[in-house]
T-cell receptor, first 112, second 117 residues
């Protein structure tokens, strides 16, 4: 069965304290791994897509990396406005349509 | 440009009543997804439409749930005989054509918050 597991469930950082969020996955026919940010009361907002092991993407203080079994979202010198829930998702399928499966997310709190 | 639009944004209903939730995807997006998010939880896949193909209904939790997509655009999620455990945020997302090696990300609406009393 396809699965996506994120850790930790919650992470509290001081402003400027760098850290990483983990996303482990077991799927058949991986077509892409996605990171989203979700603010309270809003729908998830797309951050990155990664397609193959070794690939890296960066955006401001965020950097996403991918291996054959997991992805990391590295946050460098976070600011309070980075506080949000970060969701990892995989798109998988061997035929026809491609279902997108989400992890439970990591709630990030950054204190000034 | 316009994003994914969902209506209503909030819905309170009595147990046993039927509800309809509407999703207007981004124009030109052929893939449409419905997810359910309970308080503090991740996104639970419900159903997926891709072009004219038969929808993937594997995530619908019971036969009280159904969805349709008319003309390849607007979608309606219907919940019959609502139960208190149906209370959640229902999120709709759309994306460009799927089925290639490189799939586009999902674009989400802000959801419908359903409360069953």
């Amino acid at each position: 069965e396809d699965q996506v597991t994120q850790s930790p469930e919650a992470l509290r950082l001081q402003e400027g304290e760098s850290s990483s969020l983990n996303c482990s996955y077991t799927v058949s026919g991986l077509r892409g791994l996605f990171w989203y940010r979700q603010d309270p009361g809003k729908g998830p907002e797309f951050l990155f897509t990664l397609y193959s092991a070794g690939e890296e993407k960066e955006k401001e203080r965020l950097k996403a990396t991918l291996t054959k079994k997991e992805s990391f979202l590295h946050i460098t010198a976070p600011k309070p406005e980075d506080s949000a829930t970060y969701l990892c998702a995989v798109q998988a399928g061997n035929t026809g349509g491609f279902k997108t499966i989400f992890g439970a997310g990591t709630r990030l709190f950054v204190k000034a | 440009g316009a994003g994914v639009s969902q209506s209503p944004s909030n819905k309170v209903t009595e147990k046993g009543k039927d509800v309809e939730l509407r999703c207007d995807p981004i124009s030109g997006h052929t893939a449409l997804y419905w997810y359910r998010q309970s308080l503090g939880q991740g996104l639970e896949f419900l159903i997926y439409f891709q072009g004219n193909s038969a929808p993937d209904k594997s995530g619908l939790p019971s036969d009280r749930f159904s969805a349709e997509r008319t003309g390849g655009s607007v979608s309606t999620l219907t919940i019959q005989r609502t139960q208190q455990e149906d209370s959640a945020v229902y999120l709709c997302a759309s994306s460009l054509a799927s089925g290639t090696a490189y799939n586009s990300p999902l674009h989400f609406g802000n959801g419908t918050r359903l409360t069953v009393t």
